[in-house]
């Protein structure tokens, strides 16, 4: 934990930063009543987990708008959704069904997918042809199976890497490491397996909605399941509250929200696959 007027000190570093918090803090979508005309003000009303990850999200903006400068439109927008809806996701699973802190949640959702940028940048039209492209129109292909054939590595043990370079505490490499790794050959602690649980639901969700094809519901239903007892049905108002806090952040973060048409796709998926298990 770290105190108030210790991260006010820290953000205070960076005008930037400091003005786009207190920009962001008033803004409609994170405000509750009140706006705040300073940056103790709006430490103070999100509370510190809150402020870092938001402070860290739009960090993360500038890295990855640089970093997808070549990417064709249709990757960019993939990404984006992908990111934004897998950090609004894990956020959600851990407020209602799971017993680890949702601002940490969300911050993990932000940062674990950052191995792709790494990956494309590295291998480059490789990368998007043999894996991005493939996992997307082939919904039986598993993500790190496909990029393992492609790079030898997976996009979470290079996330890791990348966050234990710039300094990330264990706390949060752990989980980023973890979330793609088999649960038997780890001994991790309670708190990182509940963390682990909300990016695996997360990001299932996230490709779900990618592509809300049978094998990709099936999946975030098993999930639901084994970690939480619950059906996808149960779930529902969970997921929708992640929708709804992924289209809001996309102002601030400036990712594509999900269309009308996707929402439409998502929603009658669902109810097929339950109409099937009657």
């Not at 993939?78 to 407020?95: C, D, F, G, H, Q």
């Not at 590295?122 to 998007?128: K, M, N, W």
């Not at 979470?156 to 088999?182: C, E, K, N, R, T």
């Amino acid at each position: 934990e770290i105190s108030i007027p210790q991260l006010v000190k820290e953000i205070e570093t960076d005008s930037r930063l400091t003005s786009e918090l207190i920009k962001v803090g008033n803004s409609s979508q994170v405000a509750s009543t009140s706006k705040q005309k300073d940056l103790k003000g709006i430490v103070t009303l999100l509370g510190p987990r809150q402020a870092i990850a938001i402070c860290l999200s739009l960090g993360l903006r500038t890295v990855r708008s640089k970093l997808m400068k070549p990417w064709a439109e249709d990757f960019r927008h993939w990404y984006l959704k992908r990111t934004s809806l897998m950090a609004a996701t894990a956020e959600s699973i851990a407020r209602y069904y799971d017993s680890v802190p949702p601002e940490t949640a969300y911050l993990l959702g932000i940062l674990q997918d950052i191995g792709i940028l790494v990956l494309a940048e590295h291998y480059g039209e490789v990368y998007f042809e043999r894996v991005i492209k493939r996992v997307r129109s082939i919904p039986t292909l598993q993500f790190t199976a496909s990029e393992n054939m492609v790079t030898n590595t997976d996009h979470g043990m290079v996330s890791a890497a990348v966050l234990q370079s710039w300094g990330f505490p264990f706390s949060i490499v752990q989980p980023v490491y973890a979330h793609h790794q088999d649960d038997a050959e780890l001994n991790l602690p309670i708190m990182t397996q509940g963390l682990v649980r909300c990016m695996r639901v997360a990001e299932a969700f996230a490709e779900m909605c990618d592509q809300p094809v049978p094998q990709r519901i099936l999946k975030v239903n098993q999930l639901l399941s084994d970690y939480y007892q619950k059906g996808r049905m149960e779930a529902q108002d969970v997921f929708l509250t992640a929708i709804d806090k992924s289209n809001q952040m996309s102002e601030i973060l400036r990712t594509p929200p999900l269309s009308a048409e996707e929402l439409e796709a998502i929603a009658t998926q669902f109810q097929e696959g339950d109409e099937q298990q009657v």
